[in-house]
């Protein structure tokens, strides 16, 4: 069974960094995968953050290009989330989605992605 379990979230304060880790059990880093980050804030819906297309192509959300970088490390099935320059809008939930067949186009799509982990809090202080 699929396990995505994420890890590294924290209250941190404006400007600071957190690295989010996601590690997916039993699920194969094979070429035809995608991946992503999501985030939710209390009242708003869940969005995109930064995923990792099928093609292998990195795709980041306007609000957080330059800031965050998505990453990968198939040795240690793990996706990670580096977050610079926080700001006190990217408090939120984060969560990591994965499945296969992701298109660059549609990464940012919540039903694109069949496994989901439980989420991590991102608190950041102004």
């Known amino acids: 069974q699929v396990q995505l379990v994420e890890s590294g979230g924290g209250s941190v304060a404006a400007g600071g960094s957190l690295r989010l880790s996601c590690v997916l059990s039993?699920?194969?880093?094979?070429?035809?995968?995608?991946m992503a980050w999501f985030r939710q804030a209390p009242g708003k819906e869940r969005e995109g953050v930064a995923g990792?297309?099928?093609?292998?192509?990195?795709r980041y959300a306007d609000s957080v290009k330059g800031r965050f970088t998505i990453s990968k490390d198939k040795a240690k099935n793990t996706l990670y989330l580096q977050m610079n320059s926080l700001k006190p809008e990217d408090s939120a939930m984060y969560y990591c989605?994965?499945?296969?067949?992701?298109?660059?186009?549609?990464?940012?799509?919540?039903?694109?992605?069949?496994?989901w982990g439980q989420g991590t809090q991102v608190t950041v202080s102004s």
């Open positions: 989605a994965a499945d296969y067949y992701v298109g660059g186009s549609s990464w940012s799509h919540e039903v694109e992605y069949k496994y």
């Open positions: 039993e699920f194969t880093f094979d070429e035809y995968y995608g």
């Open positions: 990792i297309d099928s093609d292998g192509q990195n």
